[in-house]
Nanobody, 128 residues
């Protein structure tokens, strides 16, 4: 089984930065794409970012493009989400998820159904 554990969330002010981490168990983690999703209270879960198995392909939601950066260190079985210029509307529980393949093309990366293992989430709260 694969276990994903997110960390790095917290309470920050608008304009601040946070770096989320997603640490995975399992030696095959590096062979799979990873996505970050988020869910705000009363809203549906939404796609944030995707990274391919060796990091060469990334996708971002329009709402975070230019502010968030996804990266990975396969030697550490960890994927990161660097979040800069945070806004109150970024407030949500952030989840990482492991894909069922090495990468996705096009819109398939944006759907939660493309990912088969999920972490428990980490809360990010941005005050205005």
């Amino acid at each position: 089984q694969v276990q994903l554990v997110e960390s790095g969330g917290g309470l920050v002010q608008a304009g601040d930065s946070l770096r989320l981490s997603c640490a995975a168990s399992g030696r095959t983690f590096s062979s799979y794409a990873v996505g970050w999703f988020r869910q705000a209270p009363g809203k549906e879960r939404e796609f944030v970012a995707h990274i391919s198995w060796i990091g060469g392909i990334t996708y971002y939601a329009d709402s975070v493009k230019g502010r968030f950066t996804i990266s990975r260190d396969n030697a550490k079985n960890t994927v990161y989400l660097q979040m800069n210029s945070l806004k109150p509307e970024d407030t949500a529980v952030y989840y990482c998820a492991r894909g069922s393949g090495p990468t996705y093309s096009g819109s398939r990366a944006y759907y939660g159904s493309s990912y088969d293992y999920w972490g428990q989430g980490t809360q990010v709260t941005v005050s205005s």
